[in-house]
């Protein structure tokens, strides 16, 4: 098994009401900031069935992320944190706030696990596209999610992967 990154993009973008991102010619973010809700749709252009994924700060980690797929004929969105590791010369895969197995020690070494904010998946495969709707509160108290403020300049990476699916676990390791 092995854990694969694709593309990845970084950003600096003002969240005001709503806009695009258009990562690239195969993958764009749709937002829209709406009360003190901040509603997502990602969709993967290609027509390939790979995972999606944003991450709150200017570096893969230490990150506020999540990750979107479709699977078994559904939208799944993870909701996770990179701590990243110290020295390490590669980008660890984000760990789902709520994971307790040894995969997710990272996270109990800095106190109790996070709790999935996300709400509101739907996702859908038709004409060659995925595209996969979510929504988060813009400041949920989770100390692994990035509290969003209306106006602010943020950093996000934008990172996408056209032939597997993401492992809970962290990380790609499932190929198609």
């Not at 694709?6 to 764009?28: D, E, G, P």
């Not at 009360?35 to 700060?57: A, P, R």
């Not at 904010?117 to 996702?123: I, M, R, S």
């Amino acid at each position: 098994m092995h854990r694969v990154f694709s593309i990845i993009f970084i950003s600096s973008l003002t969240l005001i009401n709503s806009a695009t991102w258009q990562v690239n010619s195969n993958y764009k973010i749709d937002y829209e900031i709406s009360g003190s809700k901040l509603n997502l749709v990602f969709t993967l252009l290609n027509g390939k069935t790979g995972w999606m994924g944003l991450c709150f700060n200017e570096f893969m980690y230490p990150s506020d992320c999540i990750v979107c797929q479709y699977n078994n004929n559904r939208g799944e969105c993870f909701d996770s944190y990179n701590p990243g590791v110290t020295g390490s010369s590669y980008y660890p895969a984000p760990i789902i706030d709520t994971y307790s197995s040894a995969s997710g020690a990272a996270l109990a070494v800095m106190g109790n696990h996070g709790v999935d904010n996300l709400q509101n998946v739907v996702g859908t495969k038709a004409n060659n596209q995925i595209i996969i709707s979510v929504s988060r509160n813009l400041a949920t108290g989770d100390k692994y999610d990035f509290e969003i403020v209306p106006g602010n300049q943020i950093k996000m990476v934008a990172a996408q992967q056209d032939s597997v699916l993401w492992n809970a676990a962290g990380g790609s390791t499932q190929t198609k």
